[in-house]
């Protein structure tokens, strides 16, 4: 098994500063062999670190290296500066999406036609609605407009899907990960949870006005990360990271009052 970069004899190569990233992605996509090149030996740990996750599935992990390598080339010929991100934060999807294609493709399970066409109609549906509502749509959304069940969009997307976690990393740079439960919304009809069953103005009028308005975004308005940082002109890190402080913060108050009784 492999543990380690260097047990697949690849050379080591010092890691870039954003500056120098920045340099060689022009050069790289001017045709600079050279730079594509050095970019593609200096990002060779950022694949290996992601091919990880993949391990157990049956593949040899140099195998889904060379597929991660292919990602990587595409997130160097593709990459747009205008939208302001770091290399990495672009190319770690990049290098996913091409990691899943392939395992798509090659799934030993025999996934029913039937699935395979229903996730089109969803692929479809998801497109269209994308662009009438200018955000993603929500699964019942999707359901509604193409005239099924939200529990058969569920099950058509996870059966053309490769497996994954909700706690796997979506992209990562110098701070906190997005994690693909960071994305979920919540059905407040059919999910009544612990955050309904607290007196929750006290508890909330508690927390710094910021926390504050978080919270009720993404718990009571079922409001993504994406789009509440959106609505306060923050990135989706940061959000990330004060609903993570705010849920501390709050557990916290809880803790306290529990131990005053």
């Known amino acids: 098994m492999i543990q380690r970069l ?3 004899n690849l050379p080591r190569f010092p890691l870039l500063s954003e500056t120098e990233m920045m340099e060689l992605l022009h050069k790289a996509q001017k045709n600079d062999i050279d730079a594509r090149e050095r970019l ?28 991660g390598t292919i990602g990587l080339i595409k997130a160097i010929d593709k990459f747009d500066f205008s939208y302001g991100v770091k290399f990495s934060t672009y190319a770690v999807p990049m290098i996913i999406g091409e990691i899943r294609r392939f395992l798509r493709d090659d799934h030993p399970i025999k996934v029913p036609r039937s699935y395979k066409e229903l996730a089109y109609k969803i692929n479809r549906s998801r497109e269209k609605l994308s662009i009438d509502l200018t955000r993603d749509p929500t699964v019942n959304e999707i359901a509604a407009d193409i005239g099924v069940e939200s529990e058969d969009v569920v099950v058509a997307l996870e059966a053309v899907q490769s497996l994954s976690s ?19 919304c919540i059905d407040k009809e059919n999910n ?11 508890v909330l009028d508690k927390l710094p006005i910021r926390e504050k308005d978080v919270l009720m975004l993404r718990f009571f308005e079922d409001k993504t990360q994406s789009e509440i940082a959106k609505a306060m002109n923050l990135s989706q890190v940061q959000i990330s990271r004060i609903e993570r402080a705010a849920l501390h913060r709050l557990r916290q108050i809880l803790n306290d009052e529990t131990s005053e009784k």
Not at 41 to 47: A, H, M, Q
Not at 166 to 184: A, G, M, N
Not at 192 to 202: D, M, R, S, V, Y
């Open 6 to 8: 260097s047990d697949m």
């Open 40 to 67: 593609v030996n200096c990002n060779l740990k950022l694949i290996f670190n992601l091919i990880q996750r993949f391990a157990h599935r049956g593949y040899e992990l140099e195998d889904l290296f060379q597929i």
């Open 166 to 184: 909700i706690h796997d990393t979506l992209y990562q740079d110098d701070s906190d990960p997005i994690y693909v439960l960071d994305q979920l």
């Open 192 to 202: 009544p949870g612990w955050f309904e069953k607290i007196a929750l103005n006290e």
